[in-house]
């Protein structure tokens, strides 16, 4: 057990971020809450769209939704290239799954539907019966960085390998670490597994990418791609998801077609392995599915119950990428899980 200097408890059990720390941050929207945003945004009556620029929804064919009822949101829309909507669907309910409530609630929408009534197709510019991502949008976020505590590993695990620890229960600096920064890295430790099996790129990965090519460490100290900051809870929110899976898994695997898959994984696998401090219950969420027979068969069943649409966009063969690929990144996250219940004699679940 590790405690701060403030008194509370820091660590419990040697690997898992204490329910003391945990109660200090905003719990984010409960199963029925998430419902019920779905739900919203299932029957908002989009009023107009604005073209997007890089402070509303990104890149051009997208498009920043207002709705009559004066919300918003944004609409992911790839000329084909569905695998970025499929990607952004399908890294929310791996969330649902994972018990992590920092991703922002994703619908499928049909533009030739009554929801889209009073929009002109002109407006858009997307064929006619085009699906597109409806994703909540969230006011008043703002940039952040990585917590300097991450950033220091990453760099001392670049520069010497053999001596490197990760962050755990020795770690001096969490007993007088910023409690803002300690309540972030609570958050970090979900968003680098998540990252981890999503296949991210988009994120930390890209990040450590250029500081690598450009032998410039100081980027890492930059504000992170596609995080944000709630400046309503302290709450940090994982947006912009479409890199993940199916875009994602090409680039980490299909060695053929390109030469950056193992620098993506070693990425990967450096900001896994950054720490040995972990939220309990997606631990237990995670060890859940690893149990599974199918992973990806699971997720993909829970995406297409939960969402009517998915089954419309294009097929997720049995042999593709992401199916071949998805229960080992799980795996090597549990075996970076035990690695550390090693480093303290934690008895493993079974």
């Known amino acids: 057990m590790v405690k701060h200097q403030s008194g509370f408890t820091v660590i419990e059990d040697g690997i ?6 945990e109660a200090r941050i905003s719990p984010g929207p409960s199963d029925v809450e998430v419902q019920f945003k779905l739900q919203e945004l299932r029957e908002r009556k989009v009023q107009s769209l604005d073209k997007p620029d890089w402070l ?6 997208n498009r920043f939704v207002h709705f009559q009822d004066g919300g918003h949101a944004c609409a992911r829309f790839r000329a084909n290239h569905a ?5 952004e669907v399908m890294a929310f309910y791996l969330a649902r799954l994972l018990g992590i409530t920092n991703t922002p609630a994703v619908i499928l929408s049909q533009v030739n539907s009554n929801q889209w009534g009073m929009v002109h197709e002109q407006q858009s510019q997307w064929p006619k019966n085009s699906i597109v991502a409806l994703i909540e949008w969230l006011p008043n976020l703002t940039k952040t960085t990585m917590p300097t505590m991450l950033r220091k590993q990453i760099l001392q695990q ?15 600096d969490l007993t007088s670490m910023d409690e803002t920064q300690l ?12 990252d981890y099996l999503t296949g991210n ?22 504000t992170i791609h596609n995080l944000a900051l709630s400046e309503d809870t302290g709450s940090l929110w994982y947006i912009d998801n479409e890199s993940s899976f199916l875009d994602a898994y090409s680039l980490l695997y299909d060695d053929d077609k390109n030469s950056n898959g193992s620098r993506f994984r070693k990425f990967h696998a450096e900001m896994l392995k950054s720490s040995c401090v972990f939220r309990k ?13 199918d992973p990806a068969q699971l997720l993909l069943e829970f995406v297409n119950v939960n969402e009517p649409l998915f089954q419309n966009l294009p097929q997720i063969h049995s042999d593709s990428i992401f199916r071949q690929h998805f229960s080992k ?3 090597e996250v549990w075996n970076w899980v035990q690695e550390c219940q090693l480093r303290v004699n934690y008895k493993p679940l079974k």
């Not at 219950?281 to 027979?293: A, Y």
Request: hydrophobic content about 35%.
């Open 16 to 21: 898992y971020w204490s329910p003391e720390l």
């Open 56 to 61: 509303h929804c990104g890149r051009d064919r």
């Open 83 to 87: 695998e970025f909507v499929q990607g």
């Open 158 to 172: 670049n520069s010497n390998i053999e001596l490197y620890q990760p962050i755990d229960v020795t770690s001096d």
């Open 183 to 194: 309540e972030q890295m609570v958050q970090w430790s979900d968003l680098i597994i998540f």
């Open 201 to 222: 790129y988009d994120r930390m990965a890209s990040m450590q990418d250029g500081a690598e090519k450009e032998d410039k460490p100081s980027i890492l100290k930059e």
């Open 281 to 293: 219950k997606t631990v237990h969420r995670l060890f859940t599915m690893k149990k599974s027979l």
């Open 329 to 331: 990144r799980i795996q």
